[in-house]
T-cell receptor, first 109, second 114 residues
């Protein structure tokens, strides 16, 4: 079973920030939190990952709770191209990675 | 820079036929894996490899075989296709199996077994 839980779906208005939550209450100290997204009819693509500190890149920001039992992917200004399924996964040292069903994000013009 | 290349993009098989889904990467990645994705579901791990000559089973390995003779290639073989294997198949690679490395995915192979 996936080690993370995410809402099945979320909606956002275009050009507004989006906060996608992920719970991972059984996370261990060496697990990295990774986020991927899958646009319709495409393969998943890497978005961002982190261990303890918040992370920023050109696509998004990752906010990690102090106890690391949850995290939030932040899209600063949603565009129509951001409509996708977003997967939050835990990557454990040298172990298999399980993807859950993810969060389907809809962006309303 | 091609990344991860999967061929074919689409395939229709009859029940009982065999075929090989190809996956190649040009990034010198050690880790490669195969996932299947069924409608409305996440990705399920079929097989993975941590380097040439080393493979292991994932969540749903039954009905599939793999081998890894080179770093670049990781083919997935269906020995006797069944309708339950109708799915979209994704190949992914990573520089290392370690947790600090992200995956690069291919664009997928859509397989229909009739």
């Amino acid at each position: 079973d996936a080690k993370t839980t995410q809402p099945n779906s979320m909606e956002s208005n275009e050009e507004e920030p989006v906060h996608l939550p992920c719970n991972h209450s059984t996370i261990s100290g060496t697990d990295y939190i990774h986020w991927y997204r899958q646009l319709p009819s495409q393969g998943p693509e890497y978005v961002i990952h982190g261990l303890t500190s918040n992370v920023n890149n050109r696509m998004a920001s990752l906010a990690i709770a102090e106890d690391r039992k949850s995290s939030t992917l932040i899209l600063h200004r949603a565009t129509l191209r951001d409509a996708a399924v977003y997967y939050c996964i835990l990557k454990t040292s040298y172990d298999k990675v399980i993807f859950g069903p993810g969060t389907s994000l809809s962006v309303i013009p | 820079n091609a990344g991860v290349t999967q061929t074919p993009k689409f395939q229709v098989l009859k029940t009982g036929q065999s075929m090989t889904l190809q996956c190649a990467q040009d990034m010198n990645h050690e880790y490669m894996s195969w996932y299947r994705q069924d409608p409305g579901m996440g990705l399920r791990l079929i097989h993975y490899s941590v380097g040439a000559g080393i493979t292991d089973q994932g969540e749903v390995p039954n009905g599939y075989n793999v081998s890894r003779s080179t770093t670049e290639d990781f083919p997935l073989r269906l020995l006797s296709a069944a309708p339950s294997q109708t799915s979209v198949y994704f190949c992914a690679s990573s520089y290392s199996w370690g947790p600090n490395y992200g995956y690069t995915f291919g664009s997928g192979t859509r397989l229909t077994v009739v």
